[in-house]
């Protein structure tokens, strides 16, 4: 073998080489389940003041208030709304901002943080059946725009699908999981 062609087999070995340790460092690669995003909306968002509700179709009338309600056998309170809708109805952004987490919880399951185009705002939706095709953490998204869909992962009921979407005000440098939670019964009902 020539010195040249020698030298092409050892760059053709570091970049294999370089490629596999790569991979290798970054860990497993882990499935996150999606959705088909749909031919057409099941409805328009309905408008609740800056906000829209973030499951198609639900109405403001539908909403009922279970801040403060009991979790986890009494060892804490929710600080959310629940809103139920059938498995498989989209869940879109309640306002426009940036993917901030993608994450997996035990409790909430398959989740969504997005942090608003004000920063001092963060919405939280969980129990997810699965998330938009292509969804990524520092993605813009707009108000309206699928994000997932309305399960029962995490510590949800199977006969309950829901959505669990939390607001959270946030102090200057405070990350995704943290933050003070703000009933978003009143804001999506203007009551």
């Known amino acids: 073998m020539t010195r040249t062609g020698c030298l092409i087999l050892a760059f053709i070995v570091m970049v294999v080489g370089g490629v596999w340790w790569l991979a290798k460092r970054s860990g497993p690669v882990v499935e996150r ?12 968002p309905v408008a609740a003041g800056n906000l829209v509700i973030p499951v198609s179709g639900v109405q403001k009338a539908q909403l009922t208030s279970t801040w403060g309600d009991a979790r986890g056998d009494g060892t804490r309170e929710h600080h959310a709304i629940d809103i139920m809708a059938a498995k498989g109805t989209p869940v879109v952004a309640a306002a426009a901002g940036t993917i901030e987490k993608i994450f997996e919880s ?57 959505l669990h979407y939390e607001i959270k005000r946030m102090a200057p440098g405070e990350k995704w999981h943290e933050g003070t939670e703000v009933d978003p019964f009143p804001i999506l009902t203007g009551r």
Request: cysteine-free.
């Open 106 to 162: 035990e409790n909430g399951g398959h989740t969504v943080y997005v942090r608003r185009a004000d920063p001092a705002w963060v919405d939280y939706y969980a129990h997810l059946d699965g998330y938009a095709p292509g969804l990524t953490e520092g993605e813009k998204v707009s108000q309206g725009q699928l994000i997932g869909t309305v399960g029962s992962s995490g510590d949800a009921s199977e006969d309950g699908p829901h």
């Open 33 to 44: 389940p999606t959705v088909q995003a749909p031919a057409t909306p099941a409805s328009a």
